[in-house]
C-alpha cells in the first residue's frame, strides 16, 4: 500500500485486498497492454488491473466493485477475438492469469479440474503420458485459457467429431456480480435436475459470472489416427468432396480447408510445408479410433478426393509429418501477417451445403471492397473464417474491413447460418445479432442477463446491440416504408 504513486482511494483499496507485489496495475504505461484482446480495431484503457491468486480474492474484488459501482471484468490471456475483454466503460480488470493451477486429475472417472487461467494445450501435455487428452482444441491453444474458453465456448479443428466446449464442461465454480459464490454442476453428474446452467454460463462472454474453477471433461487417446492432405485446383471441388465425405457415414475428428490466399499466407510464415501456390484450396482431413477401422475409412476418403478431380492426395507418413501439417494450419490466422499489414478474423458459420454458393459471395464481396479475403475453416461443420486484409495505415481501410466483415456474416444469415460459431460476440458482432435473432428474442436474453447482473456493472455493453441502437434501426425502417 505504502509503495503506490496514486491518492485514489478505489486503486489503494482494491490493492490492499490482494496481498502480495504485483498485485495491481493503474499506470497508464501499465495499462496499455490491457486496452484490448485480439480484436485490435477497438482500445479503451481499463482503470485498473487487479491480479487475484485465490477464489475468495477474486469476490472480495467483485464485492467492492459492486458496493462502490466500479464496472468490472474478467480477462484470461486476452486472446479472444471479438472485443469480449475490452474495459469499453474503464473497467478495473480482474485478471485470473495467477490463477493457472491443475487442481485434481480423476483418470478412474475421466475428469480433470483447472482454474481458469490454466493454459488450454497444458492441460493435454500434463496427462498425454496417462493416455488422455482434453479435446477442444482452439488454434490459439498454447496460450490460450481454459476459462476463456468457457466464456466465449471455443471450438476448434477437432470439433467436428468431438464437439466445442460446453460439450467437456462438468462443472463450475463461479463468483457473481454481487460477490457471491455458487457451485453449477458440482460431481458431473449428467443430466442434473433443474435448468441447465452449465450451459447458460458457458458462452455467455463473461456477462453472467466469473469462474473460477472448471470441471472438465478428460478423454483416452485414440488407438490410432491418420491424416490426409488433398490439393484441388476448384474450390467447388474441394467443397463437394467435404459433403461426400459426411454424406458417406464418414465423421473425421477434423475436415480443414483453406483457399489460395489462404495457402499463400501460411507458405509465407513460420511452418511452411510446400503447398503448391496455384491451387484454390486444399483439405486437410483426420480420422480416429480403432485401429481397425481407420484403413477403410482413410481408402473411402482417397476415393472420393478422387472422384472430385484433386490434384494430388497424399497420407501422413509418420507423426513428424502430421504434425508440420497441423503446425502449418494452426498457425493460419497470424500467418497472414507475412502478407499483409493487418487482418480482422470472422466467424461464420453456414449449412455445408451451401459452401459453394457462400465462398463465391464472399469472393465477390473481396472483388467489390478491393480488400483480399482469406478463407480459413473449420469445413466439416460449415464454421467459415473469413480473414480480412486491410493496412489500418490507409486512412478507412480499418472501418471498410468491418463493413466487409458484416457483409460476409450477413452472407452467412442469409443461407440459414449463424454469425459465430466460436468466437463470441464482443463487441465486434453485436448489431449483427439482429441477422440472427428478432428484438423480442433479444429481449429475452437481455432480461436472462438482468437476473444475474442487474446493475449490468459486470462487462456492459457487450454481446447484445444496446437499446438505443434498437431504436434506431426500428426508426429507420419506418422511415423506409413511408
Not at 94 to 115: F, P, Y
Request: with cysteine; aromatic share 6%.
Amino acid at each position: 500500500m505504502s509503495k503506490l504513486k496514486t491518492k485514489d482511494p478505489h486503486i489503494r483499496e482494491l490493492a490492499a485486498l490482494v496481498p502480495g507485489p504485483y498485485s495491481i496495475l493503474y499506470e497508464r504505461e501499465d495499462l496499455l497492454a490491457y486496452d484490448c484482446d485480439g480484436f485490435t480495431i477497438h482500445k479503451h484503457l481499463p482503470k485498473a488491473v487487479v491480479f487475484p491468486n485465490t477464489t475468495e480474492e477474486v469476490a472480495a474484488i467483485v464485492r467492492y466493485c459492486a458496493r462502490h459501482r466500479l464496472p468490472f471484468l474478467a480477462r484470461g490471456a486476452g486472446t479472444g477475438l471479438s472485443g469480449g475483454a475490452i474495459p469499453v466503460n474503464g473497467e478495473v480488470i480482474i485478471s485470473l492469469v495467477k490463477m493457472k493451477r491443475l487442481l485434481e486429475v480423476d483418470l478412474e472417472n475421466r475428469r480433470a479440474v483447472v482454474e481458469p487461467g490454466y493454459i488450454n494445450l497444458k492441460l493435454t501435455n500434463s496427462i498425454s503420458d496417462k493416455g488422455y487428452y482434453y479435446a477442444p482444441d482452439p488454434s490459439s491453444q498454447s496460450c490460450c485459457t481454459i476459462g476463456g474458453n468457457v466464456a466465449e465456448n471455443a471450438g476448434g479443428a477437432h470439433c467436428l467429431k468431438y464437439g466445442v466446449t460446453t460439450n467437456h464442461i462438468l462443472g463450475l465454480e463461479i463468483v457473481l456480480p454481487n460477490g457471491d459464490i455458487i457451485e453449477i454442476g458440482a460431481g458431473g453428474i449428467p443430466d442434473a435436475p433443474g435448468y441447465d446452467l452449465l450451459g447458460l454460463f458457458t458462452g455467455s462472454e463473461g456477462t453472467l459470472g466469473i469462474v473460477t474453477k472448471i470441471t472438465v471433461r478428460i478423454l483416452k487417446n485414440p488407438e490410432a489416427k491418420q491424416t490426409v492432405l488433398a490439393y484441388f485446383d476448384k474450390v467447388e471441388d474441394g467443397s463437394q468432396a467435404v459433403s461426400d465425405i459426411i454424406s458417406a457415414g464418414i465423421v473425421p475428428a477434423a475436415l480443414e480447408m483453406m483457399d489460395k490466399t489462404a495457402i499463400e499466407g501460411v507458405e509465407s510464415a513460420a511452418f511452411p510445408v510446400g503447398h503448391p501456390l496455384d491451387i484454390e484450396a486444399l483439405l486437410l482431413i483426420e480420422v480416429d479410433g480403432i485401429s481397425a477401422g481407420i484403413q477403410e475409412q482413410i481408402d473411402h476418403i482417397l476415393t472420393v478426393c478422387q472422384r472430385h478431380h484433386v490434384r494430388e492426395v497424399k497420407v501422413a507418413q509418420d507423426e513428424g509429418e502430421r504434425a508440420r501439417w497441423w503446425a502449418n494450419r494452426k498457425t493460419g490466422f497470424g500467418a497472414m501477417g507475412a502478407i499483409s499489414a493487418d487482418y480482422l478474423v470472422q466467424d461464420g458459420v453456414i449449412p455445408r451445403s451451401k459452401l459453394p454458393e457462400v465462398l463465391t459471395r464472399i469472393n465477390q464481396i473481396s472483388k467489390e471492397s478491393g480488400l483480399r479475403i482469406a478463407n480459413i475453416f473449420h469445413a466439416g461443420d460449415g464454421n467459415l473464417h473469413p480473414l480480412i486484409l486491410f493496412d489500418a495505415r490507409i486512412p478507412g481501410q480499418a472501418e471498410k474491413a468491418l463493413e466487409v466483415g458484416s457483409a460476409c456474416l450477413k452472407v452467412c444469415a442469409d443461407v440459414g447460418g449463424s454469425i459465430t460459431g466460436e468466437h463470441g460476440v464482443g463487441i465486434e458482432k453485436m448489431n449483427e445479432m439482429r441477422y440472427i435473432f428478432s428484438e423480442d428474442e433479444i429481449s429475452a436474453q437481455t432480461d436472462i442477463r438482468e437476473v444475474f447482473n442487474p446493475d449490468r456493472l459486470l462487462n456492459d455493453g457487450k454481446l447484445f446491440p444496446s437499446p438505443g441502437r434498437c431504436v434506431e434501426v426500428k426508426l429507420a425502417r419506418q422511415a423506409e416504408k413511408v
